[in-house]
């Protein structure tokens, strides 16, 4: 789940340790026998009425209080369950916990960035997920498919939106609503300058971490990713240099902001209004909730524009799954678990709805179960920070265009030392696109995927 | 027979008596020291050795590869960049350290309240990183930091200080100087406080003055105590990893990957003979350089 969060810090810190445990993820990459989920978990206890006890492992903060009144949903309905509901950094220890196989959780909420790197250490869930498989946002079910095994209970789902400042906007005459494509919003950008020549309206991100989470978004809007179905890199393509091509544009035209997420560059433009247009994931709206002082309650989201007119209006930035561990002492009863929380309307609602965390509900993300997503059945409500949008109506339709068939390679957070630096370089008008793709596929094949 | 037992016994005191006496317990006194020694730094340094000619990823058995580690780290740009990142930035910091270092030192020799100051000095060094790193994103942030605010309200022009590669070493290493050099002050004045005052007394009854008095006697004999900062800097530079870490992120480009973060990146990478064999070259590395200093202010302190 993408996520409640309780400092400034907390996403790119995030993502940060995202990265690292990634990359720890190739561990898995590593041991022997490199198949992914092989043992299938079996089926036929499900219908049995479940008992004993699990221990399953979810982040530190918010989101940990929030599980935890969801699980006791759970074992209000099964009392012969016990959950140990245990609160830990996950990324820098399941890894290394599914490896040495001491210690093992029944199971652990994971970033879907990592997935890849630890699916040899998994439960394949794929006849458990079967019948549940046409209601599951087709980008997620990608997300959670290694070789062809389901691997996690998909979770969450960040689609990207375009936040804006309603205010600024307004005065220059321009509708968000109404930008059919990224052109589009280029034009929008020059008119917010020409009303207020001190604006330099479209966000663009210089931490290299995020600045290839958030070029990913942009190519999977497009279809694309970094590796195609048959498991070949496909950076150095039509998607990748769209969006390069289109934010060096930006940068070009004196355009943009560059600044590091939630940094004080970042908050300080977009309180005063230099900063605009802001194309991101959902969990954006964390800052003006949070971060932003005197903005809060002038934005706004919407769809993202298209890159061609008719195209899709939604990618996706992050996102997270439950997974099994093959090591683990209940993996059925962890199946259950999860199976509460992601496929009933019970459990989604515990999470995303009304809560003693979050009053108002939690709306950071939306599920990735289809069947929640109901646009007049709004899981959180609207939200003052945004002037009182109905957010989830905008995030739904959203969620429902995100284009399926992505795929996360397993050296994605190594690659930002590839690609993520190259970008920085090229907003910092030191590469072109073109180089950044070249230099960027050349380095990533040599370093990170061997000659083959 | 008694007569037999009689000089066996005697045999068995003579010889007893001849033989050299084992002490103990001298022995059983070091022991401790010893076995912590041999548990935690003999053999880590020697598996650490073993790792990096290995490819070894954390799990199963160790593959020896010969030297292709150090083959690899010594063709990549990757890892000449890192240790030319901390090249300059033992550039940006020994020298102006110990020069600061060493003026501070010399100016609070006869000052009142010296224990005041010292501990004045001490506080960056015990200050929690992480929080002196977030202010100093918020002061060297290029368009809403206090240091470019106070550049350009005087007339100069802003800097990218996080943002360009140029920048962002500059302010890694102020936060480093920032944070050690009160150490380094700390340890001058106890070099300084060994120079008996007879000899500035001397000198100054010779009519030297006071820069000659520093220039010939102060150098001089502070020179053991400036080759030991300059050690502990060049360690500290070459093991450099929260400021650049919490600051930059290595960035912007990697320009402030240092030697020490290139290091954690195979840790992190899962890549522990690399690793290995990185940090065996920084080893020799710091090493060499350690030396070359001392060296230099040996030949300046017999000359």
């Known amino acids: 789940m993408t996520t409640p969060l309780s400092h400034p810090l907390s996403r790119r810190t995030l993502f940060r340790g995202a990265g690292a445990a990634l990359v720890a993820g190739g561990l898995g990459a590593c041991a022997p026998g490199n198949t992914t989920g092989a043992d299938p978990l079996p089926s036929s206890s499900a219908t049995k009425p479940p008992s004993g006890e699990l221990t399953i492992w979810d982040r530190t903060g918010d989101l940990y209080k929030v599980f935890d009144k969801a699980i ?60 549940y498989k046409p209601d599951i946002a087709p980008y997620k079910l990608g997300v959670v498919t290694v070789d062809g095994k389901v691997v996690a209970v998909p979770w969450d789902l960040d689609p990207g939106l375009l936040f804006y400042r309603e205010d600024i906007v307004t005065q220059a005459g321009v509708d968000p609503t109404k930008l059919a494509t990224y052109d589009d919003l280029l034009g929008a950008a020059r008119t917010v300058r020409d009303k207020f020549p001190a604006a330099k309206p479209i966000h663009l991100e210089n931490d290299q971490f995020l600045a290839q989470l958030w070029i990913d978004m942009f190519a999977n809007q497009q279809g694309g990713a970094m590796v195609g179905a048959d498991g070949k890199l496909a950076l150095d393509s039509d998607p990748y240099r769209k969006t390069l091509t289109w934010l060096d544009t930006v940068r070009a035209q004196g355009l943009g902001t560059l600044a590091k997420y939630t940094q004080p560059t970042d908050l300080q433009t977009q309180d005063n209004g230099t900063q605009v247009f802001v194309p ?144 920085q370089k090229m907003l910092a008008g030191r590469m072109s696109p073109d180089e950044v793709l070249k230099t960027s596929a050349s380095q990533i094949q040599k370093n990170l995927m061997g000659p083959n | 027979m008694a007569t037999l037992t009689e000089a066996a016994t005697t045999r068995r005191s003579a010889q007893r008596t001849r033989r050299p006496r084992v002490k103990a317990a001298p022995y059983l006194f070091v022991a401790p020291f010893v076995l912590v020694f041999a548990a935690f730094n003999a053999y880590p340094i020697f598996f650490a050795l073993q790792l990096s000619f290995t490819n070894w990823h954390g799990a199963g058995a160790l593959e020896i590869i010969g030297f292709a580690n150090y083959r690899y780290l010594l063709t990549s740009p990757d890892f000449w960049q890192s240790m030319a990142t901390s090249g300059v930035l033992w550039l940006l910091v020994v020298p102006a350290q110990v020069l600061v270092a060493l003026t501070i030192a010399v100016a609070l020799r006869k000052a009142r309240f010296r224990g005041l100051f010292s501990a004045a000095l001490i506080a960056p060094f015990v200050t929690p990183l992480v929080a002196m790193a977030q202010v100093w994103i918020i002061l060297f942030d290029q368009d809403f930091g206090a240091v470019n605010h106070g550049l350009s309200s005087i007339g100069l022009p802003t800097i990218g200080w996080l943002t360009t590669a140029a920048g962002a070493k500059v302010a890694v290493a102020l936060l480093v100087l920032w944070r050690t050099t009160g150490y380094a002050v700390i340890l001058l004045m106890a070099g300084l406080s060994t120079i008996p005052t007879e000899v500035y007394e001397a000198a100054r ?45 290595g960035g912007p480009f990697n320009a402030t990957r240092t030697a020490g973060l290139y290091l954690y990146k195979h840790i992190t990478n899962s890549d522990l003979g690399l690793g290995a064999a990185n940090s065996m070259l920084l080893v020799l590395m710091v090493l060499a350089l350690s030396l070359a200093s001392i060296r230099l202010l040996r030949s300046r302190e017999d000359s």
């Open chain 1, 280 to 423: 991101w994931a959902q969990w954006f709206v964390f800052a003006p909730q949070q971060l932003l002082k005197a903005s809060k309650g002038k934005w706004r989201a919407t769809a993202l524009p298209a890159w061609e007119a008719g195209g899709a209006r939604a990618g996706v930035m992050g996102g997270s799954s439950f997974v099994i561990p093959a090591k683990a002492k209940n993996p059925e009863l962890a199946w259950r678990l999860y199976e509460h929380l992601v496929f009933s309307k019970e459990g989604y609602t515990a999470v995303y709805g009304k809560n003693d965390v979050y009053p108002r509900g939690l709306n950071t993300s939306i599920p990735s179960y289809l069947p929640a997503l109901d646009p007049a059945a709004p899981l959180f409500e609207t939200i003052d920070a945004l002037g009182g949008q109905d957010l989830w109506k905008v995030a739904v339709e959203a969620g429902k265009q995100v284009p399926g068939g992505y795929t996360i390679p397993t050296w994605w957070g190594k690659a930002v030392d590839y690609f993520g630096v190259n970008v």
């Open chain 1, 72 to 131: 006791a949903s759970f074992t209000a309905k099964y009392p012969q369950v016990k959950v140990n509901h245990v609160a830990v950094d996950i990324n820098a220890k399941l890894p290394a916990t599914l490896i040495s196989g001491a210690g093992v959780p029944d199971g652990a909420f994971y970033d879907d960035a990592l997935l890849t790197g630890v699916a040899p250490h998994l439960h394949d869930l794929s006849q458990l997920i079967e019948q």
């Open chain 2, 205 to 249: 009854i010779d009519g030297a003055s006071a820069w000659h008095q520093f220039w010939s006697i102060t150098v001089p004999l502070v020179t053991r105590t400036l080759s030991f900062v300059v050690v502990i800097g060049t360690l500290t530079v070459f093991q450099l990893f929260a400021e650049p870490y919490v600051v930059t992120g």
